[in-house]
């Protein structure tokens, strides 16, 4: 049984793993130590590099694997590291099935890339950026991933911000753009954290308001809200405290007519037959105003 | 009106259109350059309603102001609701505002028919202009058609928007004239007709100025009139063959304030249409026509999906060898979907599929099992009558329960 220490990067895996492979180590004959925090293996864990190459020994690999282990190994879990040897291992020997879905191993590995995947989209998709000043310049989101992703948002976030320059604080890095380069800075410093969660959105009421009419009651379907968004993104959501509130008008008879609540029984205008130029503010609109029907 | 009264009521009145996709779009970046926004291809959901709806994109109208009277509409020239017009500025001033924070990926804007056809189309068509111009901005746009408009207006439409769409709204002509007076179902034909052209024309020049790179889509209101399931699926087959939409969009009616007496005053029959929607899932990604999920018109089964609906009637042609069958008909085995069906076409190459490759591959495997047979696997099921097997495998009552 060999430990091998290194320092939890992919890179530096990758060229443990190298070396393990040329020495012709089993995946049971190695455990791997990542990181400075792992403390009962360190008066073992070594670096790889002293291992005996076999003599002669080369191996090729699938052309796709690499990123595919990379992808995966950013799935934070326990044994993040054996499974990639396993697969690195089968599929040196000519084993392709192993990256497979249809393959213990394989289907192992694909669903990490795939969370891995879908958990970059969720970074995509529910960072919410407020703003910095008056007018605003710069734009901070505060945001907790679940597995190592931050990093392969910053292109992301690079190409659809232009020049305005935003700063995605997490729990374990932070990822700067300032409109022409970008950084990732791990671990997050501490005031960037507390400006990213902190920093308030004047202009927040108005997605508020938003996010209220463009629900529809009558199709209330709280199973299908939670697979779109798990309820684990609703606290640092702004819309996230509406969310019950709106279930709960739904099931109280909001859903008999669809509107949203604020214009419920508000003073209508129907529109005569005769009217042009509508709203066009030209006088020549026939419009009835009903009395307001709100009690 | 403060804008944020205006935003409760036109977005209320958008609301009403199922479409929030933003997906389709090429490649677009303002990184190093001025500007705002990107595309990439993928749509991105950035929140979703209690209904479980995707909000992709901010979804106004420009005014729900309208001549017309339709009557499934909410914003019909007979409704006794609030009305409102934003400014093209004010529309502008949001979908950034939006964008920054990360709450939208773009727009997709609408309107009530005011003063003309061509009017309101140029004031749809300005506020892209502005934004594009502008704002350079490259975020996705999505534009409503106004049937009748001038081409002319379309096709500037398709040069600034990703995508364009007119909504059938109803799946008959019939329909049309006694709930849509004023529409016709020729000129939204003609007006689907001018966007296709306006595509192809793009494609001939590769090096000019797109139009609608993301394509045209539509809408069908499910359940305001009494057309079957049949008709309508039909009338979505030609509309794709004959337009190359991307997609139809099925919303089920959902009940409006004063509805008017000849609309049906029930919930939304939300099962009929994602019924419906996966119809339409197997028109555009199985190769199924919609003659043969639905030889005989008529509407489709609620208590199982149209695929397992359709084995049941083609009893023959099952059970499938995976080892063997073509991946096209390993596709059109229920519980097994395109992706699992070449995953499988994929591992067979390596070694013989075993019934539990599909549990890994995690398809449906209770629904599958009476529809192959794997080097290890052979379905005793295999001689059960249809009637049983469906009694057997339809949906839990719990998901029929979407009301
Ligand atoms: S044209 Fe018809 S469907 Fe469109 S807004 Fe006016 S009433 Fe509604």
């Known amino acids: 049984m060999r430990q091998i220490r290194f320092d939890g990067t992919f890179e530096a895996w990758r060229a443990e793993a190298r070396h393990c492979l040329l020495a012709g180590l089993a995946p049971d004959e190695v455990v791997w130590l990542d990181g400075p925090g792992d403390r009962t293996g360190d008066l073992f864990g070594a670096a790889a590099d002293d291992l005996p190459a076999q003599p002669g020994a080369s191996f090729r690999i699938p052309r796709e694997l690499p990123a595919l282990l990379q992808l995966a190994a950013r799935f934070r879990c326990e044994a993040r590291w054996s499974l990639l040897y396993r697969v690195l291992w089968r599929a040196s020997r000519g084993d392709r ?199 | 009106m403060q804008l944020i009264d205006k935003l409760s009521i036109l977005a209320d009145a958008a609301k009403y259109d199922a479409s929030c996709a933003s997906s389709g779009a090429p490649r677009r970046s303002s990184k190093g350059r001025s500007g705002l926004g990107s595309t990439s291809g993928m749509g991105i959901c950035h929140s979703f309603t209690p209904d479980g709806r995707c909000v992709s994109l901010l979804k106004i109208l420009l005014t729900n102001f309208c001549l017309y009277d339709c009557q499934y509409c909410i914003n019909r020239r007979s409704s006794d609701v609030p009305r409102a017009r934003f400014t093209p500025e004010e529309v502008v001033r949001l979908t950034l505002d939006f964008y920054r924070r990360n709450l939208v990926s773009g727009l997709f804007l609408s309107s009530g028919i005011i003063r003309s056809a061509d009017y309101t189309m140029e004031q749809l068509v300005r506020v892209a202009r502005l934004l594009r111009e502008e704002h350079e901005f490259r975020g996705y746009i999505h534009l409503k058609t106004i049937p009748d408009a001038d081409p002319l207006l379309i096709a500037e439409a398709g040069r600034h928007a990703d995508r364009l769409s007119v909504n059938v709204e109803l799946p008959t002509e019939q329909g049309l004239l006694r709930l849509a007076p004023e529409k016709r179902a020729r000129s939204i034909r003609q007006a689907m007709g001018v966007i296709r052209t306006g595509e192809q024309q793009a494609q001939q020049e590769p090096r000019g100025a797109t139009f609608a790179p993301a394509g045209q889509s539509t809408q069908m209101i499910i359940g305001a009139d009494a057309s079957d399931d049949g008709t309508i699926l039909r009338t979505a087959e030609t509309l794709y063959d004959g337009f190359r939409l991307r997609r139809v969009y099925y919303s089920a ?151």
């Open chain 1, 97 to 295: 099935s192993a990256l497979l879905a249809g393959d213990p191993d394989g289907s192992l590995l694909q669903r990490r890339a795939k969370a891995v995947r879908r958990e970059l989209h969720h970074l995509h998709a529910f960072v919410r950026f407020r703003p910095l000043g008056e007018p605003a310049k710069h734009f901070v989101a505060w945001h907790e991933p679940a597995h190592d992703v931050l990093e392969l948002a910053i292109e992301h976030f690079a190409r659809r911000m232009g020049g305005t320059p935003w700063m995605i604080a997490t729990p374990q890095a932070a990822a700067l753009w300032d409109g022409r380069r970008a950084a990732l800075v791990s671990p997050c410093p501490p005031t960037w954290r507390a400006l990213a969660q902190t920093a308030a959105d004047p202009d927040e009421a108005l997605w508020l308001a938003y996010y209220r009419s463009i629900f529809n009651p009558a199709r209330a379907n709280r199973e299908a809200l939670l697979k779109g968004l798990p309820a684990r993104f609703w606290k640092d959501l702004p819309e996230g405290t509406a969310i019950c509130e709106l279930l709960v008008g739904a099931r109280n008879g909001d859903r008999r007519t669809g509107q949203a609540a604020a214009l419920v029984g508000r003073a209508g205008r129907r529109i005569g037959r005769e009217a042009r130029g509508l709203a066009a503010g030209q006088g020549e609109v026939s419009v009835r105003e009903s009395p307001d029907r709100r009690r």
């Open chain 2, 253 to 403: 009616f959902s009940p409006i304030p004063q509805s008017p007496r000849m609309l049906a005053q029930q919930p939304p029959p939300l099962l009929r249409e994602h019924r419906l929607y996966q119809a339409d899932f197997l028109l555009r990604g199985y190769g199924f026509r919609a003659g043969e999920l639905l030889p005989d018109n008529g509407n489709l089964a609620l208590d199982i999906d149209p695929k397992l609906a359709w084995a049941l009637a083609n009893r023959a042609l099952f059970p499938v060898d995976l080892n063997r069958a073509e991946p096209a008909l390993i596709a059109r085995v229920p519980g097994i979907g395109v992706l699992n069906a070449r995953r499988l076409a994929e591992l067979r190459r390596e070694r013989r599929l075993r019934y539990a490759d599909l549990q890994r591959l995690r398809c449906a495997v209770e629904k599958a099992a009476p529809f192959v047979i794997t080097q290890d696997y052979r379905p005793r099921q295999a001689t059960l009558e249809s009637a049983v097997l469906r009694q057997r495998l339809r949906d839990g009552s719990a998901q029929l329960e979407l009301w």
